[in-house]
């Protein structure tokens, strides 16, 4: 192994290492979701999307169905064309072969949606920076697309939503700490994009 190569396995191993004890204090400092107490346990309802074949899924984390674009929460998916965006997540891993897994969580996602989630509270709807509605994807079994995904290595956990931070819910907090369950397990045995 060359001198460069170890170092950027050193930083790379460095990197991770401080983002893993990050969400991990977080997490076990109750505030992955940045409380605030006029919320009132924050999730009042959830509204339920069913899909029909108009719908158009335009990457492994995005779909848009009636002129309204929905993003899944808490994960994010390598992009389908060789950008430098996925380096910027951290991961240093090779940008051709994210393409071939954003690709396959395209499919992934396009073959087995069938459901949004989306959480409430009283009238708000989560949305991101880029005015996208946050919800949780379902298939058709009722299970978490997102969680499945990021445990065959095929997208990243991901938190970054402004609004959606707000929330306080138990089932939004074990969605999160499953995920992140999910990724380790995806790391450790290098599946989908960890084997890049």
């Known amino acids: 192994m060359s001198r460069k190569s170890k170092y950027y396995s050193l930083v790379s191993l460095l990197f991770y290492s401080s983002v893993v004890l990050l969400v991990l204090t977080i997490i076990f400092s109750n505030r992955i979701f940045l409380i605030d107490r006029n919320y009132n346990d924050s999730v009042d309802s959830y509204e339920l999307i069913l899909l029909d074949q108009t719908r158009r899924v335009i990457d492994g984390d995005t779909i848009e ?115 992140l369950r999910n990724e380790n397990y995806a790391r450790a045995n290098r599946l989908g994009v960890w084997g890049c």
């Open 65 to 179: 169905y009636k002129n309204i674009t929905y993003r899944e929460l808490f994960i994010d998916s390598p992009e389908k064309t060789t950008n430098q965006k996925d380096r910027w997540l951290g991961y240093n891993l090779d940008p051709n072969c994210m393409r071939i897994f954003g690709i396959r969580a395209y499919e992934y996602l396009n073959r087995t949606v069938y459901t949004i989630k989306i959480p409430k509270v009283g009238t708000t709807i989560p949305r991101d920076k880029y005015d996208r509605i946050l919800g949780i994807f379902l298939d058709s079994n009722m299970s978490i697309i997102g969680l499945n995904m990021v445990r065959e290595g095929l997208a990243f956990c991901f938190y970054r939503y402004d609004s959606i931070h707000r929330l306080e819910h138990p089932e939004l907090i074990r969605i999160a700490e499953e995920c």
